[in-house]
Structures are given as structure tokens and as C-alpha cells.
């Protein structure tokens, strides 16, 4: 047993109660100051201790691990086609598009629980720290074309929405197109990237990160006052497994019903879970910046927006600010 198996151990056997660093030296045989540097490294792993000087340390809270046979098992039998964890990528998504380059199947997903660099739209950095929370790539093969390809943005983001609100039971809702919020505060972020030839998408690579178990010292300053994460709406910590499994799940039935329905009842459950519609947005993208009151989205999954001057205009892309409410 490693020395960082044998102090959580003990940690745990302590029944919260705080373990001193005479007595985990003692038990490991090393110095209270390598005793320190593992400490340091639990809290990397994503373990909070509360240390008192005179006391020791005490276990608050440890990470829930992904890497077990059950959680695999779980995955496959909620749709999952094969399983890739990592303990550390630099994305989920630069290994997604290398095994879907090799031929892997629909349904591949890539999870880590660490990204060193993890993105989001428009290349914007998403943090991802160790076993706070969901860091996924999933491969799809729909055999839809590339004028089509914006809706499977909007059907994943109400996967994603629906398994939040089942498995957390918090209000949850979607920015235009496909940021997950709760209140105003961005909880989830998704990238989906796509692969054609002559027009007919190849495959779709669904990058997803979920915040779950940060706390509010987790994010850095600059944005401190925008993020949020399952544990802060809450009070309390939450199991990532389950959230994985539901979501795997919600796409797997919505995408059935896409290829039979079409995309009307995915954009009706879209329309109501969206927290951007029946307000006035700002929009950035390489066009410049258009102001307007949100109607509704189009069969493509473009934004209608109401224009001042009372005209209609259709945003296909771009950055979306809630202005405020008045």
C-alpha cells in the first residue's frame, strides 16, 4: 500500500475525528514534513482537510472515483460503447477525434479526471480540476448532413439539462445554444465539434464539462462571480457517477426519437427549458455585436431575435449575454 493509500485509510478510520501528524509519521515512517507534502497532494486529488494546528488533520470530504468496475458496467449499460478514463489529458476532445479518426464506434466516450487543457467555444479555457467534476468527450455517428449539424447541438443540451434536473433536482436551464445555468450563473459548458465529407457529417465529437463538487475558492478570480457548480446551488456534495450515467442515457432516447421524429419535439423541450428566451440578449461574434429580444429558435437551431426597429433577425452563432431584466 502506497503512503497516500495508507494515510486515507487512516483518515477514514478516524470517524472524522483529526488524526495527528505525530501519529501518521509514526505509522508510515516518514517526517512531519513529507507528511505535509501528501497532504498537499491529497488536497490536488481533490480531498478537503481541515488541519489544526496541535490537532492534525481531519477528512471533510473525498473525491467519488470514476475508475471502478461497477461505474464501467453502468456506463455500458446506459448506452456507452467503450470506455477511455484517464487520470490526467490535455482534452477529452483531442483524444475523442484520435480514436474517432481510428474508426471508433458511436458511443465511445473519453472521461479525465483531469484537463491541463481543457476548452470550450471559442477556444476559451475551461478549468478542470481533479475530481470536482465531469470532464467528458462523447463520439456520435448521426447520419444527419451539415446543414443539420446545429441541431444536435441544441438535442445535447437538453440531454444534459434533463440529467441535471432528474439527478439533482435543481432549476437548471439552457443559454442559448447550449450553456447550462443555474440562475444566472454558469454551471455546465458544451463543445460540440464535427467531422464531414461531401456534406454528410462523418462524426460529432460532444466535449462536455460539468462543474459539480467546486467550492467557490476553486475558481479562479476572473470568473469567481459568473461560475458556479452543483455543490454551491446546493450546500452539499454530489456523486458525478450517477450524473454520467443519466446523461448517456437522456442522449441515447432523444437521439432515437430525433431520428424518428425529427427535431420539432426537441426544440419544443429546448424552448422550454431555455432561460434566453422572452428577453432581451446581446450577441458578440465576428460580425460584431447585435442587441434584440429573443423569440424562439428556427428549425436549424438559429436564434430569432426582434430587432428595435421591430424586423426579425436570425443569429446562427455567437456569444450570448442576458441583459438585464426590467
Known amino acids: 500500500m502506497s503512503h497516500v493509500d495508507t494515510i486515507i485509510r487512516l483518515l477514514v478510520a478516524s470517524d472524522n475525528a483529526f488524526v495527528s501528524g505525530e501519529q501518521l509519521s509514526r505509522e508510515l515512517g516518514i517526517s512531519r514534513t513529507a507528511i505535509w ?24 470530504h473525498a473525491p467519488d472515483c ?27 476532445q483531442t483524444v475523442a477525434r484520435r480514436l474517432a479518426e481510428q474508426g471508433a464506434p458511436a458511443g465511445t466516450l473519453v472521461i479525465a479526471e483531469r484537463q491541463t487543457a481543457g476548452r470550450g467555444r471559442f477556444d476559451r479555457k475551461w478549468q478542470s480540476p481533479y475530481g470536482r467534476g465531469i470532464w467528458l468527450s462523447l463520439i456520435l455517428r448521426p447520419d ?18 434533463m440529467a441535471i434536473r432528474e439527478q439533482t433536482g435543481l432549476p437548471a436551464g439552457i443559454k ?3 450553456d447550462i445555468l443555474i440562475g444566472e450563473r454558469k454551471l455546465s459548458g458544451m463543445l460540440l465539434e464535427s467531422v464531414a465529407e461531401a456534406e454528410q457529417i ?20 476572473d470568473i469567481a462571480h459568473t461560475a458556479t ?9 454530489f456523486q458525478r457517477a450517477p450524473l454520467i450515467a443519466a446523461l448517456l442515457v437522456h442522449l441515447q432516447q432523444l437521439l432515437h426519437e430525433y431520428a424518428v421524429a425529427g427535431f420539432t419535439p426537441i426544440g419544443e423541450r429546448w424552448r422550454a427549458m431555455s432561460v434566453s428566451l422572452n428577453r432581451a440578449v446581446k450577441i458578440t461574434s465576428s ?30 452563432s455567437g456569444d450570448l449575454e442576458l441583459l438585464p431584466l426590467a
Open 287 to 316: 460580425r460584431g455585436i447585435v442587441e434584440g429580444y429573443a423569440e424562439t429558435i428556427d428549425e436549424y437551431g438559429a436564434l430569432v431575435l426582434r430587432m428595435a426597429d421591430g424586423t426579425l433577425r436570425k443569429q446562427f
Open 66 to 92: 470514476l475508475d471502478t468496475p461497477e461505474f464501467m458496467l453502468a456506463l455500458e449499460r446506459s448506452g456507452a460503447a467503450a470506455v477511455h478514463f484517464f487520470e490526467e489529458v490535455d482534452s477529452t
Open 176 to 178: 442559448w445554444p447550449n
Open 37 to 60: 507534502k501528501y497532504m498537499k497532494q491529497l488536497r490536488q486529488m481533490g480531498y478537503e482537510l481541515e488541519s489544526v494546528s496541535h490537532k492534525g488533520y481531519r477528512l471533510l
Open 202 to 221: 462523418r462524426y460529432v465529437i460532444v466535449g462536455i464539462g460539468i462543474n459539480v463538487n467546486q467550492l467557490e475558492s476553486d475558481f479562479s478570480a
Open 144 to 161: 444527419v448532413t451539415v446543414q443539420w449539424s446545429s441541431q444536435l447541438t441544441l438535442l445535447s443540451s437538453v440531454a444534459l439539462c
Open 229 to 237: 457548480s452543483l455543490r454551491i446551488a446546493a450546500d452539499r456534495p
